[in-house]
């Protein structure tokens, strides 16, 4: 049950890109409409900044963070941001402590690029809600999924990653499952829960999928990162993204939807939110 790395064919990733994670004020691409949240910018982009106007961005590999201050024009090179005119300067930090650093950054669902595991449902597939297709800073007590249509009960599996049988419940009506508390499972390793309804025609309708409960490292360094709770929005947004692409899928979704709770009007944020 390897840990899967997918990038989408349809962004190519450049080792100077930039993210877009937090604007203030009027400001735009030349030639161009106003920037949005989580759009990525190439070398030889060009933003226009109005007075009292700012921009934040993030190096996606370096993790080096580059906030605009208008009003003025600016240039993204290979080097990083550039003032080209009208007196905007310029300020950078390395954002989350520096845990940033080394760390290939990546937008997540939105950009067609994710960190995921295999199982992640089909159409036609009894519809599991968690956990799925991701990694776990805890132990998982409930595993949860959506009602087979006029299901009579369920068998539920849980097993490691040599589909040894760990927990198995049979003749289910609830569509849930909470593991006795004598059940560990072991940090680092990559588990499988399956589970079967049985419908009233005789006919069975399955769901499957993998995931992880992260190892020390992964823990230590995501408790690194973690901004307080009185942090800016930027750091919110990069703790998100952080959090996608190492893979921590769900914990990452109840950041996404904070983060669009503070910005509704922000379109890629609540797309990001929403995405299953």
């Given at each position: ?145 959506q009602p087979g249509p006029g ?126």
């Amino acid at each position: 049950m390897a840990l899967v790395a997918m990038l989408g064919s349809s962004f190519a990733w450049s080792a100077t890109v930039a993210l877009v994670i937090d604007t203030q004020g009027t400001s735009s691409q030349r030639s161009k409409a106003r920037i949005e949240l989580l759009s990525e910018l190439v070398p030889g982009s060009e933003l226009q900044l109005d007075a009292a106007a700012r921009v934040v961005l993030v190096h996606t590999v370096t993790g080096v963070e580059y906030t605009l201050h208008g009003p003025g024009d600016f240039r993204w090179t290979n080097e990083g941001a550039q003032s080209l005119r009208g007196g905007g300067r310029i300020t950078t930090r390395e954002p989350l402590g520096g845990t940033l650093r080394g760390v290939s950054l990546r937008t997540g669902r939105l950009a067609q690029a994710s960190i995921a595991m295999r199982g992640e449902g089909r159409p036609e597939a009894l519809r599991l809600t968690s956990p799925v297709a991701t990694w776990l800073l805890e132990m998982p007590r409930v595993f949860s999924w959506q009602p087979g249509p006029g299901a009579l009960s369920y068998r539920f599996e849980l097993t490691d990653s040599r589909g040894t049988p760990i927990h198995v419940v049979e003749s289910l009506t609830e569509t849930r499952v909470t593991l006795p508390p004598a059940l560990g499972l072991e940090p680092g390793r990559t588990y499988a829960w399956q589970v079967t309804a049985h419908l009233p025609t005789g006919a069975r309708l399955e769901g499957w999928t993998e995931f992880g409960v992260a190892g020390d490292s992964m823990r230590a360094s995501a408790s690194r990162a973690q901004p307080p709770a009185d942090a800016g929005f930027s750091d919110r947004l990069l703790y998100a993204a952080l959090l996608d692409t190492w893979g921590l899928r769900e914990q990452a979704d109840g950041e996404w939807r904070r983060l669009a709770s503070d910005r509704p009007d922000e379109q890629r944020i609540r797309a990001r939110a929403a995405a299953p």
